[in-house]
């Protein structure tokens, strides 16, 4: 099985900043991607970041320009720096590892999940 353990949410005043990490572990092949999604109260999950196995990012259109994400293949984590924040950035974010074994079928794994607080 994969485990994923996530940290580094916690309280915040807004214009201040978070990094966060997810490491995962167990019996991993191949790890095509890695990223963060995030649901706020009384929201759906959205996509906040991801990132492929080859570097290539995505951002969501609100955290462009605030967020960055990266990876340390070596260590199968994916960070996210989260700077600028605002109120709205609060919720809990989901760390997501799409897997592929040696017959490439790709399989996705969540978090527990950290929460951020944006407050003053």
């Known amino acids: 099985q994969v485990q994923l353990v996530e940290s580094g949410g916690g309280l915040v005043q807004p214009g201040g900043s978070l990094r966060l990490s997810c490491a995962a572990s167990?019996?991993?092949?191949?790890?095509?991607?890695m990223g963060w999604y995030r649901q706020a109260p009384g929201k759906q999950r959205e996509l906040v970041a991801t990132?492929?196995?080859?570097?290539?990012?995505n951002y969501a259109d609100s955290v462009k320009g605030r967020c960055t994400i990266s990876r340390d293949n070596a260590k199968n984590t994916v960070y996210l720096q989260m700077n600028s924040l605002k109120p709205e950035d609060t919720a809990v974010y989901y760390c997501?590892?799409?897997?592929?074994?040696?017959?490439?079928?790709?399989?996705?794994?969540w978090g527990k999940g950290t929460l951020v607080t944006v407050s003053s």
């Open positions: 997501n590892v799409l897997t592929v074994d040696k017959m490439y079928r790709g399989t996705a794994y």
């Open positions: 167990g019996s991993i092949f191949s790890i095509n991607a």
């Open positions: 990132i492929t196995s080859g570097g290539s990012t």
